[in-house]
Structures are given as C-alpha cells and as structure tokens.
C-alpha cells in the first residue's frame, strides 16, 4: 500500500478550509476582495492536485470504477441541491423545477460546489482515454498537445467544463505524464508571500485564466508549502487530517453552510466577523465529519462512496492518491 503526499494532504488542507470560509456567505460578504483572491487560486490548485492524483497508470476496471463511486455521491447530492436551490432562497437558485431543468443541470452545468466533481469526472475520463491513446503517438510532448486538444475539446467544443478548469486539471496531468515530483516543481518559499502580496494588490490580477492568476496559484502553493515545513508534530497532523478528508468536506459541506446563516446575528457584537468564522467553520467541520462517521457506522457508506470506511482515522496512514 503505498503512502500518501503528505504535502499534498496539507495543501487540500488549506484549500478546503478556504473554500469553507468563503462559502459562508456572510464572510464572503464582508470580505469581498479577500474572496475575490483566494477564489484565484483555492480551485485551481485543487484541480492541480487532483489531476495528479488521477490515476492514468490504472487499470480501466479500477479507474472507471474511481470515476463511477464519484458519480454515486455526485448525483445524490447535486440532486438534492437542484431541489434545494427551487424551493429555498438561495443565491442563484431556480425559479421551477421540472425534468429537463434536473437533467440540464446534473449533466451538463451543475449548481453550487458540486460543478468541482462534475469537472473532476469529466476531465478525468477525457485525460484517461487521451493516455490511453499514448502507444499510437510518437513522444510525450504529442502526448501532452493530444491531451490538450481532447481537454479543450471537452471544455471549448462540448462546453462540459470550463475552460480555466480543465486547463488546471489537464496541467496537474501532465505533471504526471511528465514524471515531475509535484513538490519538486512547487518549491517551498516564504519569499512567494511577498510575490503573492504585490500581485493581488491589482485587482485585474485576480483571474485564474490569466499569466497573472498562474502565477498566484503557483506563489500560493509555494507559500503555503512553505508553511508545511515550520508547522509543529500536533498541528501538522490536524491540518493532514483535514486534508485526508477533503472529499467528505467538499460533498457534506452545503448541507452546513446554509443553515449557518441563522447564526449570524448571535455574533453582531464582532464586527471583524471573526467570531461567527470561527463557530460557523467548526459547525461545518463537526458536522461534514459526523455525518461521514455515522455512514462508515451504520454500513453506509459502502453504497455511497464504495468504500467500507471513508472518514479516515486521526493520524492513520492510507493508500496515496485516496
């Protein structure tokens, strides 16, 4: 069983917990530039890690089988937003709800944090059979042009994904391809916070499909990488926890979200809005994680995510790319 990334762990770690923050809306709200800026680099650099977490070297039995335990909580879930999203009052909800729209939707342009899986599945299947066709192609640099042609296929052609996302996705693949050490490429650095900081003080910057919103996700992950190394025994292991547990975060999270928002005039008297953050992410992280230990309890979760066990155990070691 090989060992995971640690790493990488610790980068989904801070990603996550990013992509929670700025999920609550009132934090969003208060802090609109700052979310402007992580919303820059937080997925991009999710979609690099888990495009060189893929898998291309499987087997087409075991990486199909990957792709169709991520469609199982994908398609419950997206579900269950679709109907969320026409009958509650939600940010860009649906004004009706008939088939066609559910179908639309869950095909083709998925509402709220699940479009993440819907792009994820369908980049993933398009990088997987561009790797298969590698025995008819002369080298890896036509390799590399043929994977990009079927991502912008997929994203451009089909308009299945984004473009920006697939682009992230397909680089986090070539990576692989190319047998680069994704913490070789991304180099630990404190100096990058300087970098990061003289960027994102141009608002123009702040787009992820621009040289500039690549540099920011590279100096990002620099950065934070950076921080990895400094970090004490405990709270490494916290935040490898976390990070171990960022599919489980990523498909629970909207369930505890929303509901946050009640809490919001509890916490009127802090203006910095610090205090509801703090409350408000350890709902989500208690509840995101109950949740999933109720699933692997109760024998759930071999129907949801084909897995006898997902939420993984504090400190315990598992299978990389998981």
């Known amino acids: 069983m090989a060992r995971r990334i640690d790493e990488l762990d610790f980068l989904k770690c801070v990603f996550i917990v990013l992509m929670v923050t700025f999920h609550l809306i009132y934090i969003g709200d208060k802090y609109p530039y700052a979310k402007q800026l992580v919303y820059t680099f937080h997925i991009p650099a999710f979609l690099l890690i888990s495009g060189y977490l893929v898998g291309l070297d499987k087997t087409p039995r075991a990486f199909l089988r990957n792709v169709g335990w991520m469609a199982v909580p994908y398609v419950i879930m997206e579900s269950g937003y679709i109907v969320m999203s026409a009958v509650l009052p939600v940010r860009d909800g649906l004004d009706r709800l008939d088939v066609s729209i559910w179908a639309n939707k869950l095909l083709l342009h998925p509402l709220g944090p699940y479009w993440y899986l819907h792009t994820l ?5 398009g990088g997987y059979w561009a790797y298969r066709c590698r025995r008819w192609l002369p080298g890896t640099y036509s390799l590399l042009l043929w994977l990009a042609a079927v991502l912008g296929v997929l994203s451009v052609g089909c308009r299945l994904a984004a473009p920006s996302s697939l682009f992230y996705l397909g680089a986090g693949m070539a990576l692989r391809i190319c047998q680069v050490r994704f913490t070789t490429f991304f180099q630990p650095s404190w100096g990058a916070f300087l970098f990061l900081a003289v ?3 141009d608002p123009e910057h702040l787009d992820r499909f621009t040289l500039a919103g690549v540099a920011i996700t590279y100096l990002a992950i620099s950065a934070s990488l950076a921080v990895y190394a400094s970090l004490g025994t405990f709270v490494r292991r916290c935040c490898l926890f976390v990070g171990q547990n960022t599919f489980v975060i990523l498909v629970f999270s ?7 928002r009640w809490m919001v005039p509890w916490f009127r008297f802090d203006d910095s809005g610090l205090v509801f953050w ?4 350890a709902f989500v992280l208690g509840g995101c994680f109950g949740v999933a230990a109720l699933m692997d309890r109760w024998h759930l979760s071999r129907y949801f995510w084909g897995k006898e066990r997902m939420l993984q155990r ?6 990389a790319g998981g």
């Open 121 to 125: 599945m369908v980049g993933s299947l």
């Open 254 to 260: 909207p369930l505890f979200t929303l509901p946050s």
């Open 199 to 201: 960027l994102a003080l």
């Open 314 to 319: 504090f400190g315990q070691e598992t299978e």
């Open 278 to 281: 703090g409350v408000a992410f």
